[in-house]
């Protein structure tokens, strides 16, 4: 295996593939290990398992090489909390580190959106809009 310069570690061969033919409107999902990704992979996402690294870890790297799209109104979001979390006050500081790294990359503050992430994103269906090529998943059960 050839290491490439300036390229992170973290980011495996099949991974760096798919960020290369990533465009404008593509998306690329970082989920943890308890994100039902083989489920939704079977209707048309595909699947890059990075076991054993967090998404902190992930999208930093990421970011280091695939830059933010400037044309789509958010080129960053996060899956809000489920009402039974939010009942019990569940705490997310793993979001403190996605909107720093966001930050670093560029991302303006009201553009890099901190609200629910709609089910269709989540359940493998096509809608207007959302490509569901890429799906990312973390071997850490606990960054959401």
């Known amino acids: ?18 960020l290369a033919r990533m465009g404008h ?8 290990a308890n994100f039902p990704v083989s489920s939704i992979s079977r209707s048309g996402p595909e699947l890059v398992r990075a076991d054993g690294l967090g998404i902190p ?6 970011l280091q090489l695939l830059p933010l799209d400037t044309y789509v109104p958010s080129p960053a ?5 489920v009402d039974n979390d939010k009942v019990k006050g569940l705490k997310t500081p793993v979001w403190d580190e996605y909107q ?15 609200k629910p992430y709609p089910k269709e994103r ?23």
């Not at 295996?1 to 798919?18: A, I, T």
């Not at 870890?57 to 990421?62: P, Q």
């Not at 989540?122 to 959401?144: A, I, K, T, W």
Request: net charge negative; aromatic share 4%.
């Open 57 to 62: 870890r992930l999208l930093e790297a990421i």
């Open 100 to 114: 720093s790294l966001l930050l670093k990359a560029g991302c303006e503050r009201e553009r890099a959106v901190w």
């Open 77 to 81: 979001a996060v899956m809000d909390l």
């Open 1 to 18: 295996m050839v290491v490439l310069k300036g390229v992170p570690s973290v980011l495996s061969p099949e991974l760096l593939y798919v």
């Open 25 to 32: 409107g593509d998306e690329i999902v970082l989920a943890d």
């Open 122 to 144: 989540c359940d493998g269906s096509q809608s207007p809009g959302v490509n569901h090529e890429n799906s990312l998943q973390s071997g850490y059960p606990g960054d959401v």
